[in-house]
């Protein structure tokens, strides 16, 4: 088993930036493959961004450009880095991850393509 546990969340006004980070504990003696989402009220998980183990990276069209993604391969450690915040970017970001390699492209921002979950991590930006 794996344990995900996101941090970094808060309230920022619109333009501003925060860094989420998700830790991962347990059975990680191999390598992880591991993504983004969020959730905001009323609408279903979206895939943010993911990270392949040659540190590919795929993300969502509404985030391109503003959000950047990167992992520790040595503790499996996954952070993100969102930049000129939206009000639409409010949602519950949640950490995910499988084991083993993977190239990092569209069908890891698939919810199906994961098997280890965070309890997420709110993050509301105001306008």
């Known amino acids: 088993q794996v344990q995900l546990a996101e941090s970094g969340g808060g309230s920022v006004p619109s333009g501003g930036s925060l860094r989420l980070s998700c830790a991962s504990s347990?059975?990680?003696?191999?390598?992880?493959?591991m993504g983004w989402f969020r959730q905001a009220p009323g609408k279903e998980r979206e895939g943010v961004a993911a990270?392949?183990?040659?540190?590919?990276?795929t993300y969502a069209h509404s985030v391109q450009g503003r959000f950047t993604i990167s992992q520790d391969s040595a503790t499996n450690t996954l952070t993100l880095q969102m930049n000129s915040l939206k009000p639409e970017d409010t949602a519950v970001y949640y950490c995910a991850a499988i084991r083993g390699f993977c190239d990092g492209g569209d069908y890891y921002l698939h919810e199906d393509a994961y098997l280890y979950w965070g309890r997420g991590t709110q993050v509301t930006v105001s306008s």
């Open positions: 990270i392949g183990s040659d540190k590919k990276s």
């Open positions: 347990g059975d990680t003696r191999n390598t992880l493959c």
